[in-house]
């Protein structure tokens, strides 16, 4: 038998994962999160945004990765659930893995909806959308609240799936208007 030793090597890590994973695990916290999570999630689910306000703090940071838009405060926060509820007033989504810890919740979801709404600038198509997004809710332990979400939208499959059905719809509309 071997008694060979690994070291290993790491990549490095900024002021705030160093801080993050030297977080010691509480259960009262835990349970805290957890519960501050399912408020949030309910709250989003029937459109309650002074309820999501209330989930997080007033300096919260709204960050969609894949496009690099930010929104700040509540009023940032207001303006990017004003903007996706708009765009999807029946906001079907369904979780499908979630992580809490001390640093907060990473949660993975697939919508699915109908875009009827102008969506944060984009007018609305009318039209069915399909999409996986991991969503990142960082704990503050002092405030005892979330201090916002960073968003990754997975669309790239998606998205040409979806453009491929518009297509599909727009030829069928075509073929039976010209039969008509």
Request: one cysteine or more; a negative charge; hydrophobic letters at 35%.
């Amino acid at each position: 038998m071997s008694t060979h030793t690994l070291t290993r090597t790491l990549p490095p890590f900024n002021d705030g994962a160093d801080y993050q994973s030297g977080q010691p695990f509480d259960m009262e916290e835990y349970n805290r999160i957890k519960e501050l999570w399912l408020d949030h999630i309910a709250a989003e689910h029937r459109g309650d945004i002074p309820g999501l306000l209330a989930t997080l703090t007033e300096d919260c940071v709204y960050t969609m990765l894949n496009n690099g838009k930010v929104w700040h405060g509540h009023e940032g926060a207001a303006k990017f659930y004003e903007g996706f509820l708009n765009g999807f007033p029946e906001n079907c989504f369904s979780v499908t893995n979630v992580f809490i810890g001390p640093q907060g919740v990473v949660e993975e979801a697939h919508f699915n909806g109908v875009h009827n709404g102008d969506l944060l600038g984009l007018p609305s198509t009318g039209q069915p959308i399909e999409f996986d997004v991991a969503l990142l809710f960082p704990w503050d332990p002092i405030k005892k609240k979330f201090k916002g979400e960073r968003i990754y939208f997975a669309i790239e499959h998606n998205l040409i799936a979806n453009v491929g059905q518009l297509l599909r719809r727009m030829g069928r509309k075509l073929d039976m208007a010209e039969q008509k």
